[in-house]
C-alpha cells in the first residue's frame, strides 16, 4: 500500500483566511498537535513577509522534530534566504518555491513571458538546492495554465533539483476528473516525475478541495496540500480531516493510506477552533458535532442493531470516544428505550408506550430534548401518583400595571370540569388560589422551588414544592417548558398526594 504524505498548511495558508491570525505561542501549540497528528510536512509561515513570520518559522523549526518543516517564498533570492535563515535548525527542512504559470498570472502579475518565467524557476530553484536539498517548487494557478507549457515548467524545476512539484488549483477552479487528467497528462509527459513527489493544493471556492485533492491522488499524486477544519484564502483549502479520512476510509480502492495518527483528528480540530475563535458547523464531515450522531428513528434503530449501516468510519477511529444517540421528535421507540435503560429505567411495554407519547409530546414543545429532559419526564410518571385532579386548562395574566388572575380549569377523576377564577400577588399565587378554590382543601405551601433541568432557552423547568394539609406535608413536582404551568402541575400534583393519602 502507498503512503501519501501530508503537507498541513494551516500555518500559512490556513493563517491567509481573515480573522485566523494566530500569534507565536498559539502557532507553536498547533505545531506540537499537527507533530502528535503525524503530518510528514508542516508549512510554518512565509520568513519574509514579516519579521512575526520569520519568528515562528524559527521557532516552529527548533520545536518540531519529527515533521518536515517548511517556509514559502517566492521565486527570489530573498525571500530564499529568508526561508533558509529561518529553517536553520530544523531537524528536516523544505524550502517551498512558487511561481505562477497562468496566462492570466503571467501577464497581468508578474509581468513575464514565459521564456522569463521558466528562467527565474531554474534560478531561483538551483540557488535553494544550494542551501537545502528538499525543494518543493509549486506552479500556482497551475489549473488553469496552459497544459504543454506546465509540463515545460515542471520538468524545470525537477532539472534544478526539486524534489516535489506540487500542481494548486490555486482559485478552486477545477473539477475532479479536470485535475485527474492534469496529474496523469504530467506522470505521462514529465521525464523524471516519477521520481520525486507530485503534490495537489487544492481550494475550495466550488466546495471541490477535498473532491480534487482525492481524485489527483487517483491519478498519481504521492502529497496533498491541506489545512485543519479546511481554512485558507477565500473559502478555505481541501481539509486535512476529510482528505485523510476518506483515503483511510476507501484504503483499498486507492491501495494508499497516510501516516496520519487519526485519533488525533478531533483533538486537532477543537483546537485550531478554539485558538482562532472560528466554530466548526455541526454538519462538518469528520469533525461536526453532528458527524457521529443519529437523531432519527430508523437510523437509530440499525445503528443499535448494527452501527454499520449508518455509520461508515468508527468515532473512534478521529478520537471521540462514541457515538451519540440524540432523542428527539425523529426518533423511535427502540432508541427511548435504549437510553432509558441506560439510565436505569426497565419500563414495561405499556409503561414505555405511555413515556414514549409524552416523550413526543415534549419534542414538539421544545427544539432540543436533553437527557436531563427525558430523564424528569421518566422520573415524574416512575412517583405513579393518583391523579384525582388533572389540570386541563388555564389562562394566567400578569403585568406590573394589572393585578394578576388566573383562570383555571381541573378535570376530576369522573371526567368533570371545574372552572375557577382568582386574583393573587402575582401569577403564581392567583393560579394556586384558583385551584384551592376548586378542591376546597385546606392547604398551605410551605416551600417553592423552581430549577432548570436542562440547558437553553427551552429548558424544562421543574418546580417542587412542599405543601401541608391537616398535618400532613407532600412534595409535588411539575415540570413543564412553561414555568407556570410548571409551577400548577406541582401544586396539583402534592393535592394528588395528599388525597391519594
Ligand atoms: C497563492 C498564495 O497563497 S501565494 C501566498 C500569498 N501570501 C501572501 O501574500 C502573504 C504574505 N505576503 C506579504 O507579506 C507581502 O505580499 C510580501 C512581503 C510577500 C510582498 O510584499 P510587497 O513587496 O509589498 O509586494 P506586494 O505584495 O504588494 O506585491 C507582490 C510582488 O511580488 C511579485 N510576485 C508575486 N508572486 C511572485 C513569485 N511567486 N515570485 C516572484 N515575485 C512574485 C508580484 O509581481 C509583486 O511584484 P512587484 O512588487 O514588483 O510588483
Ligand atoms: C503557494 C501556493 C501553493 C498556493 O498557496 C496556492 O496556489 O494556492
Partial sequence: MKTIKIFDTTLRDGEQSPGCSMNLSEKIEIARQLELLKVDVIEAGFAVSSPGDFKSVETVAKTIKNSTIASLSRAVQKDIDASYEALKSAVSPRIHIFLATSPLHMEYKLKMTEEQVLTHIRESVSYAKKLVSDIEFSAEDASRSDKEFLARAVRTAIEAGATTVNIPDTVGYALPQEMYDLIAYLKKNVEGIDDIDISVHCHDDLGMGVANSVASVGA??????????????????????????????????????????????????????????????????????????????????????????????????????????????????????????????????????????????????????????????????????????????????????????????????????????????????????????????????????????????????????????EGRTVTGRGLSTDIIEASMLAYVNAINKLLGA
Fill in 220 to 469: 498519481g499524486a504521492t502529497q496533498v496540500e491541506c489545512t485543519i477544519n479546511g481554512i485558507g484564502e477565500r473559502a478555505g483549502n481541501a481539509s486535512l480531516e476529510e482528505i485523510v479520512m476518506a483515503l483511510h476510509t476507501r484504503r483499498n480502492l486507492f491501495d494508499a493510506d497516510t501516516n496520519i495518527n487519526t485519533r488525533q483528528i478531533y483533538r486537532s480540530s477543537r483546537l485550531l477552533s478554539k485558538i482562532i475563535g472560528v466554530s466548526i458547523p455541526p454538519n462538518k464531515a469528520i469533525v461536526g458535532a453532528n458527524a457521529f450522531a443519529h437523531e432519527s428513528g430508523i437510523h437509530q434503530h440499525g445503528v443499535l442493531a448494527k452501527r454499520e449501516t449508518y455509520e461508515i468510519m468508527t468515532p473512534e477511529s478521529v478520537g471521540l470516544t462514541t457515538n451519540k444517540m440524540v432523542l428527539g421528535k425523529h426518533s423511535g421507540r427502540h432508541a427511548f428505550d435504549d437510553f432509558l435503560k441506560e439510565l436505569g429505567y426497565n419500563l414495561s411495554k405499556e409503561e414505555l408506550d405511555a413515556a414514549f407519547v409524552e416523550f413526543k409530546d415534549l419534542c414538539d414543545k421544545k427544539k432540543e430534548v436533553t437527557e436531563y429532559d427525558v430523564e424528569a419526564l421518566v422520573a415524574q410518571k416512575a412517583a405513579k401518583v393518583v391523579e384525582h385532579f388533572r389540570l386541563k386548562q388555564f389562562v394566567v395574566n400578569s403585568g406590573n400595571t394589572i393585578q394578576a388572575t388566573a383562570n383555571i380549569t381541573l378535570e376530576d377523576m369522573s371526567g368533570a370540569e371545574q372552572e375557577q377564577v382568582a386574583l393573587g400577588d402575582g401569577p403564581i399565587d392567583a393560579a394556586y388560589q384558583a385551584i384551592e378554590n376548586i378542591v376546597k382543601m385546606p392547604l398551605q405551601l410551605n416551600n417553592y422551588k423552581i430549577n432548570a433541568v436542562s440547558h437553553g432557552e427551552d429548558a424544562l423547568g421543574e418546580v417542587v414544592v412542599k405543601v401541608s394539609s
